[in-house]
């Protein structure tokens, strides 16, 4: 290979790592309209349950949120980044809907779960698998579109490394978890920034203890939060589906 070609295929990996990076960005931002706002991970059955009764309560609640997501979903994700195939989404989505233990849990999941594979393989059309598994499987009964197990195999099927995806999971649920706690008036944004900035080492340690995990292992560390979202129906008034 002559001097000419080694560059030009360098140049083409560096490329390659670069747009990946912006495709990276581009599923971590929140103006992708995946409904993921429209969901509070229980912090609004928790306010109305006094669990939380002081903006000093958000920070342990999240840091705990995290730790039930990291035991519970990120298995989903690692195997499923590892193995984007339907035969494998399939089978991790059927045992996913079994493992979720309340209705309000697993409706948000399902909900969440279709609505990134329907945006995901509008924008992503490079990756035609996506639109080919969302018209072979929508509506069929088959399964439920459970979000950790979508944004693994996108993950995947992106190019995504397995600790990038896990700790983009991760992120995607402090985030989530902060801007609820901003529009039911818990902190202010820029206390939410400051929060999620203090809240990032712990969220990282979180990555490593339950990263790289087989779905064998996932578990619930706070039955207690599950319970408190599994309450969410029941609420007299409120501003978010789960």
Request: with cysteine; net charge negative; glycine share 6%.
């Amino acid at each position: 290979m002559d001097h000419s070609t080694s560059k030009s295929c360098t140049n083409a990996n560096h490329d390659d790592k670069s747009l990946l990076h912006w495709t990276q960005w581009q599923l971590l931002d929140s103006v992708l309209p995946t409904g993921g706002f429209a969901h509070s991970f229980g912090l609004e059955s928790a306010l109305q349950s006094n669990l939380i009764k002081q903006p000093e309560d958000l920070k342990p609640f999240i840091i705990q949120v995290l730790d039930n997501t990291g035991s519970l979903l990120l298995p989903f994700v690692h195997t499923l980044n590892k193995s984007p195939d339907t035969e494998t989404w399939t089978r991790l989505d059927n045992l996913l809907e079994a493992t979720l233990t309340n209705e309000i849990a697993r409706k948000a999941s399902a909900t969440q779960g279709s609505a990134l594979l329907r945006v995901a393989a509008s924008v992503f059309r490079e990756i035609t698998e996506l639109k080919l598994i969302r018209e072979r499987f929508i509506g069929s009964g088959l399964v439920f579109f459970h979000h950790a197990c979508v944004f693994g195999l996108l993950t995947g099927l992106l190019g995504f490394d397995g600790r990038m995806a896990q700790r983009a999971y991760i992120f995607m649920t402090m985030r989530d978890v902060l801007s609820a706690a901003t529009r039911l008036n818990v902190v202010g944004p820029i206390a939410a920034s400051v929060l999620q900035h203090e809240i990032a080492s712990a969220a990282e340690g979180i990555v490593e203890k339950w990263r790289d995990r087989n779905v064998e292992d996932a578990c619930q560390t706070n039955p207690l939060l599950d319970t408190v979202q599994g309450c969410h129906a029941y609420l007299f008034s409120r501003l978010f589906c789960s």
